[in-house]
């Protein structure tokens, strides 16, 4: 049986690169690839720091590569092509699949829904046929590596708060999915677009992505009141996953604007709706990230028009074989670190 040395996790807050066998053909529906790039995400700090029943799987849901062999099945794919991956796999004929909600595909239940394996020499991909997307020619790893999860995330943040153009969003913390979202405000036509972040690196790296003010998350509600004469902005995105920088983006969301939450709280039992005293005539909405073909294929097409240039993100670079000290850089948030390019 055919091994890949993948990072695995080994334990509560472990990982360790190990070899995972394969199977020597995928199986139907499957396709084996490998992967010429990936990354570290906040995601695998969640299931590496909080998921007890996920000790053992082979960790990276980001990543690209080419495919090495198809099972049966899959026709929209052959050995050679250059994909990138659904963070999220999906079945493509399910009810959810068929309303084009494939990030909760019903076949691929949480967390088998999750792509496995990416930070590794080879991963498999379930549901192939629909997940992978064949990168175009011209595009090159770098630059189409975000939209198997980030850069999906952050837009869909502000398509699915139905930002009009014009409107004023506030974009509370810019770590790598909240500087997707500043971008793809910035992509979709929002007027004013407002960071929070306090890390100065991420601070100089919102502006370079399209933010026209950033704030720091101290000062931020009162000053956005005051930019935005006590009216509040049209869509506040939430991008950390805390319960106070939730509580802010409510805060700060004008009567009738959307609060649009694509951070993660599973470090956090309960999500206060407090606010300045009420929160009627608001749309909350939340995001899993956008996954399939079509989606990726989208994404793709806006970067390969240069619309979209995502590259400046990738701050770090090390060997895929180098993955554990990956973590330990990306959860210090030291060296003015976004996202760390694995490469074999
Ligand atoms: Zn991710
Ligand atoms: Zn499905």
Request: net charge negative; charged share 15%.
């Amino acid at each position: 049986m055919p091994t890949s040395l993948t990072c695995v996790k080994t334990g509560q807050h472990q990982v360790a690169m190990t070899q995972v066998p394969y199977p020597d053909e995928p199986g139907p529906c499957q396709a084996l690839v490998r992967t010429t790039l990936a990354t570290v995400c906040g995601s695998d700090m969640h299931i590496v720091d909080e998921s007890p029943q996920l000790v053992g799987v082979p960790m990276g849901h980001e990543a690209v590569g080419v495919v090495a062999a198809v099972g049966a099945g899959v026709t929209a794919f052959k050995p050679g092509d250059r994909v990138a991956a659904s963070c999220l796999v999906c079945c493509g004929y399910c009810d959810r699949c068929m309303e084009g909600n494939h990030s909760v595909c019903q076949t691929f239940a949480s967390p088998a829904n999750l792509l496995f394996g990416g930070q590794g020499e080879y991963f498999m991909v379930n549901g192939a046929q629909t997940s992978l997307a064949r990168i175009p020619d011209g595009l090159d790893d770098d630059q189409v590596l975000f939209v198997t999860d980030i850069m999906s995330t952050g837009f869909a943040a502000i398509e699915r708060a139905e930002l009009r153009m014009g409107d004023t969003v506030a974009v509370f913390a810019q770590g790598p999915v909240g500087l997707c979202a500043t971008a793809g405000a910035r992509t979709f036509g929002a007027g004013l677009v407002i960071a929070v972040e306090g890390i100065p690196e991420r601070q100089a790296m919102a502006k370079r992505l399209g933010a026209d003010i950033v704030l720091d998350p101290a000062e931020a509600v009162t000053k956005i009141m005051e930019i935005t004469n006590g009216r509040g902005v049209d869509v506040a995105v939430e991008a950390l996953g805390n319960p106070a920088t939730f509580t802010s983006a409510c805060a700060v969301t004008r009567f009738g604007g959307t609060v649009s939450s694509v951070g993660v709280y599973s470090a956090f039992p309960e999500l206060p709706l407090a606010t300045t005293g009420t929160f009627i005539h608001r749309k909350l909405v939340t995001t899993l990230c956008p996954v399939g073909t079509d989606r990726l294929g989208r994404l793709m097409a806006l970067i390969g028009s240069g619309r979209v240039d995502l590259r400046p993100l990738i701050t770090h670079s090390m060997k895929i074989s180098e993955t554990p000290a990956a973590y330990d850089l990306f959860r210090s948030k030291k060296e003015g670190v976004l996202k760390i390019a694995l490469r074999p």
